[in-house]
């Protein structure tokens, strides 16, 4: 059993940057692919970004190329996501997400997902 517990969330000015944090424990974390969703208010919860824990190879969602990063350390058994040059439209809850084998990661589809996180809020308002 894999615990994912989020962090970083907060209000931020557009414009700013913000680094959210996945903390993962539990079983053997090394073939795990982790990935970071989203759901803003009224929409539906997309993928924004998955990685692999291996070797970090990373998949992002066409639409969150450049903004977004996803990155890991895997002594810290956490994975992170830096957003930059927030934007209004980025308030929303994000999520992080822990799969197995990959399949559902790699295209970032939340409901194939094996093991949940509970969120954080990033609120982006001047």
């Known amino acids: 059993q894999v615990q994912l517990v989020e962090s970083g969330g907060g209000l931020v000015q557009p414009g700013g940057s913000l680094r959210l944090s996945c903390a993962a424990s539990?079983?053997?974390?090394?073939?795990?692919?982790i990935g970071w969703f989203r759901q803003a208010p009224g929409k539906e919860r997309e993928g924004v970004a998955c990685?692999?824990?291996?070797?970090?190879?990373?998949v992002y969602a066409d639409s969150m190329e450049g903004r977004f990063t996803i990155s890991r350390n895997n002594a810290k058994d956490t994975v992170y996501l830096q957003i930059n040059s927030l934007k209004p439209e980025d308030t929303a809850f994000y999520y992080c997400?822990?799969?197995?084998?990959?399949?559902?990661?790699?295209?970032?589809?939340?409901?194939?997902?094996?093991?949940y996180g509970k969120g954080t809020l990033v609120t982006v308002s001047s």
């Open positions: 539990g079983a053997a974390l090394d073939n795990l692919h």
């Open positions: 997400a822990a799969e197995r084998y990959g399949s559902s990661c790699v295209f970032l589809r939340y409901s194939g997902m094996d093991y």
């Open positions: 990685i692999r824990i291996r070797d970090g190879v990373t």
